[in-house]
């Protein structure tokens, strides 16, 4: 009788922990993402509302979204990144040199980097959710009033994003 307890004890056990390597998934709300972009990642403001506008088109505001294009190619997490030309799958690749999978989890900071690099490739063109539904400036969310952006600043100066060897 006590074996058997140990037994289930010890599947529960491999249970939880084989469960553990997952990857979060994050669904943001409008003005929380707004405050992350800019209090984290030092987004500038004046582009903010394309930025927003491009997510919510794009990824519904989802880390784990995955799209499947009709080239077969996949379009990965939050800003949408096409797995042809932007990363690879199952390793590191494409001209972000990034692991697809790796958009599609909570840790948004690969997908930044990426995203920023694209749009300043081929600007915000390159997302079909943007050129549809966001290229008309009339479109634009109004972050100012709905999220208070005013108030929103960088926690950290720009100099904290890169490490400098004294």
């Known amino acids: 009788m006590k ?3 140990v037994c289930r004890l010890m599947l529960v056990l491999v249970l939880l922990l084989s ?3 997952r990857a979060e998934s994050k669904k943001y709300l409008r003005c929380e993402l707004t405050r992350v972009l800019v209090e984290n990642y030092n987004f500038d403001k004046t582009f903010l509302s394309n930025w927003i506008c491009l997510v919510e088109h794009e990824s519904y505001l989802d880390t784990t979204k995955i799209t499947l294009n ?5 379009n990965y997490g939050l800003f949408q ?11 590191k690749g494409g001209q972000c040199n990034m ?5 599609s989890n909570d840790d948004i900071g690969d997908d930044i980097a990426c995203a920023r690099m694209i749009q300043e490739r081929e600007g915000f063109k390159y997302w079909k959710g943007w050129d549809r539904f966001c290229r008309n400036p009339q479109n634009l969310p109004n972050l100012r009033v709905a999220c208070n952006l005013r108030s929103l ?3 950290r100066t ?3 994003f890169f490490y400098v060897s004294g």
């Open 19 to 21: 469960g553990s390597e």
């Open 158 to 160: 720009p100099r904290s």
């Open 70 to 74: 009709k080239n077969d190619s996949k």
């Open 3 to 5: 074996h058997l307890w």
């Open 99 to 103: 692991k697809c999978e790796d958009f």
């Open 153 to 155: 600043s960088p926690l």
């Open 81 to 91: 990144i096409n797995s042809k030309d932007y990363c690879a799958e199952g390793r």
